[in-house]
């Protein structure tokens, strides 16, 4: 269902290539809203992967963000108005189904209404887990807050350059306790590290990631354009784009073998179930009644109860280290 106080899913995300260099942009233009996608931006970006792994012109995509950050996830305030809706139609669009189409979406309370959502995050039509399909090379530049769905994106890129001030993680971590892309994040920082971001829910520098081996650069902020412009190059004159399709085949058995999709599934099997979860006492759930009180100032107030260099909002970081 459109939603005429935000953007349309072509207004968050511009698109365009160069045939003559065979690189292709992805640009995620939300910054008031810090390149949150909204569900329609979430199939857009999908269909944009699968024509740009058509098209005879693309070699590279480079994806980036307008402003101060990649991004911090998606947006949290549509997809509570979405299951507070009186009807399905807008979980339906995100399905990628029209209203005025002749589906009828589980009810509440039916184990289906959280697990059709949740197994959709697997499908790559759904925009979460589709760099995993894409066979050409893939650059992410990372900037600012990569957190939420950016950093999905950041686990399925084949490379990653990023900014010095970057912070990286899930929020779902400290409020919910599962997120999508787990099982590759678990491979790519190696499992003690992000044992430590999911238990403390706390995000990680740029400098951390990079010493897990799951950053390509670190570079400071004003060089960061270039030093993706270089590697984007790079990748550009390599061998033709036929071998690089192989070579992304190897690389996708390669995953598979490690168990990447199953991971995909499992995760959204937990997240599915994740309404039972009971709260100790005076945890942070995001539910209706968190919204009913401003999901914002709940979200902030409960990030100050963290250590300055736990809290997720970088605003909260400094307040910590000010006082």
């Not at 995993?132 to 530049?141: R, T, Y």
């Not at 309404?275 to 009913?292: H, K, P, Q, Y």
Request: a negative charge; aromatic letters at 10%.
């Amino acid at each position: 269902m459109a939603d005429s106080t935000r953007p349309s899913a072509e207004e968050i995300i511009r698109y365009e290539k160069d045939p003559k260099t065979r690189i292709a942009t992805l640009t995620l233009d939300r910054p008031d809203a810090l390149n949150a996608p909204t569900a329609a931006a979430r199939l857009r970006f999908a269909d944009l992967l699968h024509r740009a792994n058509v098209d005879d012109e693309v070699k590279v995509l480079v994806i980036r963000g307008v402003g101060d950050d990649l991004g911090s996830g998606a947006d949290i305030a549509e997809t509570m108005e979405m299951h507070a809706a009186p009807t399905a139609g807008p979980l339906l669009a995100e399905e990628g189904i029209g209203e005025d189409e002749d589906v009828r979406y589980p009810p509440k309370g039916s184990y289906r209404y959280g697990g059709t959502p949740s197994q959709w995050y697997a499908n790559p039509r759904g925009g979460c887990r589709s760099l995993q399909d894409f066979k050409k090379i893939s650059i992410l530049e990372v900037k600012g807050y990569c957190y939420g769905w950016h950093f999905y994106q950041a686990a399925d890129a084949d490379l990653v350059i990023s900014s010095d001030d970057a912070l990286f993680g899930h929020p779902s971590f400290r409020y919910i306790g599962w997120a999508p892309r787990m099982w590759s994040w678990a491979q790519t920082m190696g499992l003690r590290k992000f044992q430590e971001m999911v238990f403390t829910g706390r995000p990680f520098t740029a400098r951390e990631m990079y010493e897990c081996n799951f950053l390509n650069s670190v570079v400071p902020r004003a060089e960061l354009e270039a030093e993706v412009e270089k590697y984007a190059l790079a990748c550009a004159r390599t061998r033709p784009t036929d071998t690089v399709f192989m070579q992304k085949v190897f690389f996708e058995i390669f995953k598979q073998h490690q168990g990447e999709y199953m991971g995909s599934l499992l995760t959204g099997l937990f997240e599915s179930i994740g309404g039972i979860a009971r709260a100790d006492g005076n945890d942070l759930m995001l539910d209706e009644e968190t919204v009913d009180g401003g999901i914002a100032n709940a979200v902030r107030g409960n990030d100050d109860r963290f250590p300055p260099d736990f809290r997720l909002s970088k605003s909260g970081r400094r307040r910590g280290n000010e006082s």
